[in-house]
């Protein structure tokens, strides 16, 4: 990913603001420039919740480039309890105690680096739920 | 040192990764006595960070739990700093990701701190003193870092990774006070005990130079000087905290200053993690939060190579009870853990 497209993304994959339409309520997320519903673009900001259920996900093991010495690692589906879903790594995850419905929360985590000498690039993934507060 | 303003803590919290590296899997590696070792340091495991962890993921887990007990919105932090001696960038600072992640930006002081192990305590300071001279409303003092020790080193078996973050206010505002800042004071001397130069991966150190006349005469020093300055006895105090770079060198100081095993055992965390570096002396001070009463003093001492101590005293206030509960507590994340082996230890730290 390059500099000006990771900056331009903190927003929503670090804080995860996504949008609300004002004219039909769907919420957009990752943001886009029109309602991918209804075509208006009349939006308020809406955070995604912390916490979610896994309700799909499949366990990487030959990855894209860039990822060689990451595996195996989760990608999944976490469903809100508005029915939004989303696509998200679950990480700190042993693979034998993955389960659909199981619940997951967000924390902040490094996704890739660009070489030695590139950004770091962080977002926020999922995690099981440490603790019920 | 006394701020003009009283300042108070408003919010803390800490974050621990869930993963531990027996001193038992690294003593097999390199044939040497995991007794022995565990005898000597007073170490049975430490923490260590998942691949996808370092000290600006650490920072920003701590700097949250922070904020969810001081309930404070981010926008009204004038300053995050983090203190940390494994920061992710050479040139670029951990401070901006944290204060962007936790959407504490734009109108805000950022930078990072470096003191070996009291880099977290000397943010504290300075948070304290941007607070206790009206400049800004909250500051938000983070500790945190993914130590790493050679491999074979004695510090192998005990650089740990973890952190914690500590929100300080005025007492003049903050409704639900946690403890107020009495005083502090600062001993600093230049002592090369520990170092790490330039592009180095791994510190030195130079072995029995970093008993007497580094750890203990800083921490010892610094600890009777803020009690001169207060008037205060061991006795007076129902807590101390002193940096833990192993199980023997705090137990010992704590002795000398005449300090019962009581008073330092709830925030003796050191077996269980290892040495958090900069999150060290604040994280076995999160953990004396977690259980401390109203009219509680507490002493924290820090400690960091090259060398220097901080100590700071302060007395438990109502608002402790109340916001307690609202993020995890230290003892949670030591008891929620994951063993790994030398081989996935490596693969995770980057080492293979
Ligand atoms: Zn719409």
Redesign the pocket.
């Known amino acids: 990913m390059s500099v000006p497209r990771y900056w331009r993304n903190i927003p929503q994959r670090v804080r995860m603001e996504a949008l609300k339409?004002k004219?039909?309520?769907?919420i957009?997320y990752p943001p886009r420039a029109k309602?991918?519903?209804?075509?208006?673009n009349d939006f308020e900001c809406y955070t995604i919740p912390e916490k979610g259920r896994l309700i799909s996900f499949s366990i990487i093991r030959h990855p894209p480039i860039g990822f060689e010495h990451t595996t195996p690692y989760v990608v999944g589906i976490i469903e809100f309890e508005n029915g939004l879903r989303i696509s998200s790594q679950i990480t700190d995850v042993d693979i034998n105690e993955l389960k659909i419905g199981m619940e997951v929360e967000q924390v902040f985590r490094k996704v890739s680096e660009d070489g030695k000498s590139g950004i770091i690039q962080y977002a926020i993934k999922f995690r099981p739920i440490f603790q019920n507060i | 040192m006394r701020p003009i303003i009283d300042v108070v803590i408003s919010g803390w919290g800490s974050y621990i990764p869930i993963y531990r590296l027996p001193v038992e899997e690294v003593a097999r590696i390199w044939g040497t006595s995991a007794d022995h070792i565990k005898q000597e340091l007073l170490i049975y495991e430490k923490s260590v960070a998942g691949i996808d962890e370092d000290v600006a993921t650490i920072a920003v887990e701590a700097a949250k739990n922070s904020l969810k007990r001081s309930k404070i919105n981010p926008n009204e932090l004038g300053a995050v700093f983090v203190g940390t001696e494994t920061k992710p960038y050479a040139v670029k600072p951990t401070g901006t990701i944290v204060a962007e992640a936790i959407g504490a930006t734009p109108k805000i002081l950022a930078a990072d701190f470096e003191f070996a192990c009291k880099a977290g305590t000397e943010c504290l300071q300075c948070c304290i003193a941007l607070v206790g001279s009206n400049m800004i409303k909250y500051g938000m003092a983070i500790g945190a870092d993914v130590a790493e020790g050679a491999p074979a080193d004695p510090l192998e078996y005990s650089a740990g990774s973890g952190g914690t973050a500590i929100i300080v206010g005025s007492k003049n505002y903050e409704k639900e006070p946690v403890a107020l800042l009495e005083g502090s004071v600062s001993y600093v001397t230049d002592t090369p005990d520990f170092w790490r130069r330039p592009k180095e991966s791994y510190p030195s150190h130079a072995e029995a130079f970093t008993g007497d006349p580094a750890y203990f005469r800083h921490t010892i020093s610094a600890a009777k000087l803020l009690m001169e300055e207060l008037g205060l006895r061991p006795s007076d105090f129902k807590y101390a905290i002193f940096h833990q770079p192993n199980g023997k060198f705090p137990l010992k100081a704590a002795k000398i200053l005449g300090f019962t095993r009581e008073q330092v055992e709830h925030g003796f965390i050191v077996p269980y993690i290892g040495n958090l570096y900069s999150g060290s002396s604040m994280t076995g001070f999160s953990a004396i939060l977690d259980i401390a009463m109203p009219g509680d003093r507490i002493l924290l001492v820090s400690y960091g190579s090259g060398a220097g101590s901080d100590a700071f005293s302060f007395i438990v206030q109502d608002g402790i009870i109340t916001k307690r509960d609202n993020a995890p507590k230290v003892m949670d994340y030591i008891k929620k853990k994951r063993k790994i082996d030398y081989a996935i230890y490596c693969k995770i730290r980057g080492k293979i």
């Open positions: 339409c004219s039909c309520g769907k957009i309602c991918i519903y209804c075509g208006k």
